[in-house]
């Protein structure tokens, strides 16, 4: 079967399964991992299951799903298929090692990327994303990010460029570098990352920038569009220490540090 078919009936099944599907992007949900886990362990707590797809209830309290319907969970680079849910104690019963990714250990906190067997790839998209013409029936890919899940890069369609970029945790391919994704507003002196590289816009202090759900480590570079307080940030909020990015369109890159749930930012002024 070749990739483009293959394509086909993965989008065909999608428009079975989701009501109302269309091309508009739905983003993946994530949790986390609340304890290690080895190669082989079939159940498992996670810190959050109310984004996990499930059916029917079962005895125990919680949910359960049937064939064809099954979640997914995808962890440093291995593909699960949820059978069960416990929505009381929070644990979750899988298929380890799915869709040709191999099972194996992995630590606590690691991020659980949540979605349905068919939102997740198996190589890298190209070209051009966007919503109009040229018309493809891949473009855009209706969930995002798109994940290959045997390198585990991520890509995001960017409404600046309507191409595929580098999404977190991804360098980019083929000499692909880091381009914007969408410009993001400070509302409440917080941000959300759409991608790792955004321009920021506003004109209040940025105290928080949003963990985004799909992100395990990496870092996200910011460009700031505004002036005045719209420059600054400050360390009241999840931001390890205070600083400037002096001058409207300078850039400031923000490493997050999951020992101490932080964000470090490259410069201070």
Same mark, same amino acid.
């Given at each position: 079967?070749?990739?483009? =078919? ?12 989701? $009501? ?18 080895? %190669? ?6 996670? &810190? ?10 079962? %005895? ?35 298929? #380890? ?8 250990? @992995? ?9 349905? !067997? ?6 890298? !998209? ?8 040229? $018309? ?19 890509? =995001?369609?960017?409404?600046? /460029? ?8 991804? !360098? ?19 941000? /959300?990352?759409?991608? $790792?590289?955004? @321009? ?20 996200? /570079? ?8 719209? =420059? /600054?940030?400050? &360390? ?21 540090? #999951? ?5 470090? !930012?490259? #410069?201070?002024?």
């Amino acid at each position: 079967m070749t990739r483009i =078919l293959k394509l086909f009936v993965v989008l065909v099944v999608l428009a079975a399964f989701v $009501p109302g599907f269309s091309y508009a992007a739905t983003a993946l949900g994530g949790t986390t991992l609340s304890a290690n886990i080895n %190669a082989s362990q079939s159940c498992f707590i996670v &810190a959050a299951v109310s984004g996990i797809p499930t059916t029917t209830a079962n %005895a125990t309290g919680g949910t359960t799903t049937t064939i064809g319907q099954q979640g997914a969970l995808y962890v440093d680079k291995e593909l699960m298929y949820v059978n069960s849910v416990n929505s009381t104690s929070k644990q979750v019963c899988a298929l #380890r090692g799915m869709g040709g990714s191999l099972g194996s250990s @992995h630590a606590s906190g690691a991020v659980v990327i949540v979605g349905a !067997p068919g939102q997740f790839m198996d190589y890298d !998209p190209a070209g051009y994303c966007g919503t109009s013409s040229p $018309p493809n029936f891949m473009s855009p890919f209706a969930y995002t990010p798109w994940i290959n899940i045997r390198t585990g890069a991520q890509w =995001l369609c960017s409404s600046v /460029t309507n191409t595929w970029v580098p999404g977190f945790g991804n !360098p980019g391919v083929s000499g692909v570098g880091l381009q914007p994704t969408a410009a993001s507003a400070i509302s409440s002196n917080a941000i /959300t990352p759409s991608g $790792p590289l955004i @321009h920021v816009t506003g004109t209040t202090i940025l105290k928080t920038i949003n963990l985004p759900a799909t992100m395990q480590n990496g870092s996200v /570079t910011l460009i700031f569009d505004g002036s005045g307080a719209g =420059l /600054t940030w400050d &360390a009241t909020g999840n931001i390890n220490v205070a600083g400037t990015s002096t001058t409207a369109g300078s850039s400031v890159t923000f490493v997050y540090d #999951r020992s101490i749930s932080k964000w470090v !930012p490259s #410069r201070l002024a």
